[in-house]
């Protein structure tokens, strides 16, 4: 079986698509970790849905599917969306997120009124952007894959310490000098551009699947930065490889709805079984946790009102948790660290 699946490599159209979908994965996941964690989830499906306009309206234009034009539309309108939500925001009160569902659903609109004054045909090639075509994907598509994939996460290494500061402590960041604005802009960048190179292949309405999933799944596993960065990529790069195997395999199923697939699936994984945030592990520690709260209950009434039966504390006092001076029990240190620990909520058996 696995001499079956290498020998796909060896196979040049699937090889071309298969690194395209993987950097595509490994660059949506990573970068999506920014703006999750500056809580604009929401920013990946805006940008995604106001694309859509700009690829026709370029298509309109220059009279050309050369992907290069198409996605320099996507980007534009991408920018000019990021703006409106900005200006929205600054000037009344409509909150982040209302704003970002306004623009994505007026410019999906708009973007899908302008392909019905398409002839068919044309909206037959551009409808593509809207579920993602990677199939269609050719070697100078790859070519951009890779060196814009290369940007983004070269950027983000050299600004990796100006991007962290600026989400989890503002004031500090304001403190050392920084412009706010400039890392503001770059994030939007960062996150337009992974947007952009990425609405061929997973399209528009699957987009923010991508950018945003990975990030999540990582989450569970880890509170650092730069371990969210590394395993969000990775959970992007393994959902794309996966999907496009599957999709080069199997007749009739897209790449991009198959990517989104393995990526829920992965979330869902993460959400379930993470060692610290799991729902599982944390329903069992729960559990056990009451058990153990139960089973230590007369020892915290011990701590509090000095009071306890003699069968119970000799108990406590075969698991070192008491100490016996002239018949008189008192806490040990170890009962001391066990109640502190009681009520502070921690796990009683780490």
Do not use: C
């Not at 009279?63 to 539309?73: A, H």
């Not at 990021?82 to 708009?110: C, H, P, V």
């Amino acid at each position: 079986m696995v001499n079956n699946i290498l020998s796909y490599f060896n196979d040049p159209y699937f090889l071309k698509i298969f690194i395209g979908t993987f950097l595509l994965g490994f660059a949506a996941g990573a970068i999506g970790i920014f703006p999750t964690l500056r809580k604009q989830a929401l920013i990946g499906d805006a940008l995604s849905h106001a694309a859509l306009p700009g690829v026709v309206i370029a298509f309109m234009i220059f009279n050309s599917r050369d992907i290069l034009i198409l996605l320099l539309g996507a980007l534009v309108f991408s920018f000019i969306s990021i703006g409106l939500i900005e200006l929205i925001k600054k000037y009344s009160i409509i909150k982040y997120d209302a704003s970002m569902a306004l623009i994505l659903s007026a410019f999906f609109g708009f973007g899908n009124v302008l392909l019905s004054m398409l002839k068919s045909s044309n909206q037959a090639g551009l409808s593509k952007f809207i579920f993602g075509e990677a199939a269609t994907m050719l070697e100078k598509d790859v070519v951009m894959i890779i060196i814009s994939s290369v940007i983004l996460l070269i950027i983000s290494i050299l600004f990796w310490n100006q991007i962290k500061a600026f989400i989890f402590d503002q004031k500090f960041y304001q403190s050392l000098g920084f412009n706010s604005n400039i890392t503001r802009f770059l994030i939007t960048f960062l996150t337009v551009l992974v947007v952009v190179i990425s609405i061929r292949t997973i399209g528009v309405i699957l987009m923010s699947a991508l950018l945003i999933a990975p990030a999540i799944s990582a989450r569970q596993w880890s509170n650092k930065l730069s371990v969210n960065f590394i395993l969000a990529g990775i959970f992007g790069a393994i959902s794309a490889g996966i999907g496009t195997f599957i999709s080069f395999n199997v007749n009739g199923i897209p790449t991009g709805p198959i990517i989104v697939i393995i990526l829920s699936i992965l979330l869902i994984v993460s959400l379930l079984f993470s060692p610290k945030k799991g729902i599982l592990v944390t329903f069992i520690n729960s559990k056990k946790q009451k058990s153990l709260i139960k089973k230590y209950h007369d020892l915290v009434h011990f701590y509090e009102f000095g009071e306890i039966e003699d069968n119970i504390a000799l108990s406590f006092y075969s698991e070192g948790l008491l100490n016996i001076d002239n018949n008189t029990y008192f806490i040990s240190d170890r009962g001391h660290t066990l109640i502190n620990n009681i009520m502070r909520g921690k796990n009683l058996w780490e």
